[in-house]
């Protein structure tokens, strides 16, 4: 496929028809995924490929106080889990949440699942000092999780990633024998979508890129 046409249209896909990902898919997906950057061209990701079935209901229930948690801030309208502005919803408002969210129920189902890790010794956080949630870390391991789901575009599937686990991250690094240094980047679900989105939702740039200064104006080509 055409480069741009696959940065366009790699839609959050949740929905899979019961199309079979074989394993030399899957391989060849990671084959290309692999070249993704990382600081230092350390490489720290590690991926679990998630064929027990049972393992992966483990992994959802795991996810569910947390899907519960999200979706009573979201119904307050907050940034769920913010780590700029404080939580106001209650604990009864977070009880009364059913733990099912778009693709958690569907993970257990999904052709393929896979389960990203990142070794924090090979991880570069320039920002680890600053009086505020470290974002630098990331950049080295989700553009080999964004490349996993580009991979899977061009191979005619899709997929969607989350980031739900990382919040019980100590019991699914129990679960599944992950070592000391690793955190849990994301879940990906992979397979063929049951339809194929073309027109993504996305900010025109003049609306995110100015020229020179952050309130500079708009940045139109
Ligand atoms: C960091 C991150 C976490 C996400 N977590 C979830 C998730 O838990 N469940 C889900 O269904 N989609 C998840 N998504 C997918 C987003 O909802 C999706 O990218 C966004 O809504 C745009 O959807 P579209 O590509 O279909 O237009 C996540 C995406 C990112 C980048």
């Known amino acids: 496929m055409d480069t741009f046409e696959v940065m366009r249209t790699a839609f959050a896909?949740?929905?899979?028809?019961?199309?079979?990902?074989?394993?030399?898919?899957?391989y060849r997906i990671l084959e290309h995924a692999r070249f993704a950057p990382s600081g230092g061209n350390r490489q720290g990701w590690?991926?679990?490929v998630l064929k027990d079935r049972h393992l992966r209901h483990q992994l959802a229930d795991l996810m569910a106080p947390t899907i519960k948690q999200y979706k009573a801030q979201a119904m307050k309208g907050e940034t769920p889990f913010s780590s700029v502005h404080a939580t106001h919803v209650t604990?009864?408002?977070?009880?009364?949440?059913?733990?099912?969210?778009?693709?958690?129920?569907?993970?257990?189902?999904?052709?393929?699942?896979?389960?990203?890790t990142v070794d924090l010794a090979k991880v570069t956080a320039f920002d680890q000092s600053l009086d505020r949630v470290a974002v630098v870390p990331g950049a080295s391991i989700y553009p080999f999780a964004w490349n996993i789901i580009l991979a899977a575009r061009n191979?005619?599937?899709?997929?969607?990633?989350?980031?739900?686990l990382a919040n019980h991250e100590p019991e699914a690094k129990a679960?599944?024998?992950i070592p000391e240094t690793?955190?849990?980047?994301?879940?990906i679900g992979l397979g063929e979508p049951v339809k194929q989105l073309t027109k993504l939702k996305r900010r025109p740039v003049d609306e995110f890129a100015t020229v020179d200064h952050w309130q500079g104006h708009p940045f139109n080509g």
Do not use: K, N, W
């Open 13 to 26: 896909a949740r929905d899979y028809t019961p199309r079979e990902l074989d394993d030399a898919t899957l």
């Open 46 to 48: 590690h991926v679990i």
């Open 91 to 116: 604990q009864e408002e977070i009880d009364a949440m059913s733990p099912e969210m778009p693709f958690s129920s569907q993970l257990a189902d999904a052709p393929a699942a896979l389960l990203v």
């Open 155 to 164: 191979e005619g599937f899709g997929g969607v990633l989350t980031t739900f």
């Open 175 to 177: 679960l599944l024998g």
């Open 182 to 187: 690793h955190a849990i980047a994301c879940l």
